[in-house]
């Protein structure tokens, strides 16, 4: 049933959110750290057991890939909730470090996605 | 009958959602064919639209602080979003996050640092001297949540976490807005490129926007290494990078 991939992908998204602020938390930070990127390792691993047990069925599959569909969407539902006027409010000093921040970075992510380019069959 | 239409669409805030998100996917798509062959994806239009009625809206959620459009905040709130991150995992391939995990560490922490590094320079060289405040500008450099938590902790005016949360902010869209564009440029186009942006970018939202815009299958990828980068940096910010801002300044 359809529901039951939705079912996965929230329990292993609220364990994820649960385990990020725990390892927060040992980190001595008020953050979560990971979070989101756990539940995509439970997911992940919690599939592939369903898979090998022969429980991985159509509809399932149909539970989790709808969302993953709707997340274009959703990024855009995100981008018009974004404090716009607050970024261009504050200034140039702002401005500058924000484009800084994200020149220096775009610059490096060229430089290391070259520099390991070759090493590894595609 | 006004009334009647208001209300329903007031009572039912994530349907208006819905409605008003796919009737702008569409348009984008037509306008993606028609203006630019194709060539601008109708996902980055859609996002750049989206953008564009949060400046016109104002508010600090964007359109969502008009009430007809509240449901646009609930769509694209954090709940629903990190769902629909976790369910593009579902059908990746486990080895390349083995495979590329090593350079996805590397980037995080390469990025928090060039980021840290960006805003403190520009924050000291805009007359901010002391440790405290660079620090924390320099950490809303790395994401609008890194620079107030920094802050916070270390005990800067409202003002500086102001600048530092603006900071962040202008990363995000400009993130949002440049990725479709450089793509190419920096060799987008592989998961471990994505590992490697999103490690390096950091920026939940402008990495996740960013990549939907340029292409649907990397957005796993790079959301798993962002997803490691506000956690890391509010760990790091206030005290590794606040130690070595010390001592320097």
């Known amino acids: ?103 220096t970075g775009f610059l490096l992510v060229g430089i290391m996605v070259r520099s390991g380019a070759g090493t590894r069959p595609s | 009958m006004t009334d009647v239409v208001r209300d329903t669409v007031a009572a039912n805030g994530l349907l208006v959602a819905f409605a008003v998100v796919g009737a702008t996917m569409l348009v984008s798509g037509w306008l993606s064919t028609c203006c630019t062959g194709g060539r601008v994806h109708g996902s980055a239009i859609a996002i750049l639209l989206g953008l564009v009625a949060a400046a016109v809206a104002g508010g600090p959620r964007g359109v969502a602080d008009v009430p007809l459009l509240a449901g646009v905040g609930l769509l694209g709130g954090p709940m629903l979003r990190d769902l629909a991150i976790v369910a593009t995992a579902f059908g990746v391939r486990p080895q390349e996050f083995v495979r590329s995990g090593a350079i996805g560490i590397v980037s995080l922490v390469t990025g928090l640092c060039t980021a840290f590094v960006a805003g403190g320079v520009i924050a000291w060289t805009c007359g901010y001297r002391d440790a405290v405040s660079v620090t924390t500008i320099g950490a809303g450099a790395a994401t609008y949540i890194v620079g107030p938590v920094t802050g916070s902790a270390l005990g800067a005016g409202s003002d500086v976490i102001a600048l530092s949360i603006a900071a962040g902010l202008v990363k995000a869209v400009a993130v949002m807005v440049a990725t479709p564009l450089l793509a190419s440029t920096i060799g987008l186009s592989t998961p471990r490129a994505a590992m490697i942006y999103g490690g390096m970018m950091g920026t939940n939202s402008g990495v996740m926007a960013g990549l939907a815009a340029t292409d649907p299958a990397l957005v796993p990828y790079g959301a798993m290494t962002a997803t490691f980068y506000t956690g890391l940096g509010c760990l790091l910010g206030p005290s590794v990078f606040f130690m070595i801002a010390r001592a320097i300044v």
């Open chain 1, 1 to 103: 049933m359809i529901i039951h991939g939705t079912a996965l992908v929230s329990l292993c998204l609220l364990a994820g959110l649960a385990t990020g602020r725990l390892l927060g938390g040992a980190l001595g930070v008020d953050a979560d750290v990971g979070g989101v990127g756990i539940a995509m390792l439970l997911l992940i691993g919690g599939c592939h057991l369903l898979e090998r047990r022969g429980l991985l069925t159509a509809p399932l599959g149909h539970g989790i890939t709808f969302w993953g569909q709707m997340y274009v969407p959703i990024v855009v539902a995100m981008a018009a909730s974004q404090n716009v006027r607050g970024a261009l409010a504050g200034g140039w000093m702002a401005t500058a470090a924000g484009l800084a921040a994200t020149a």
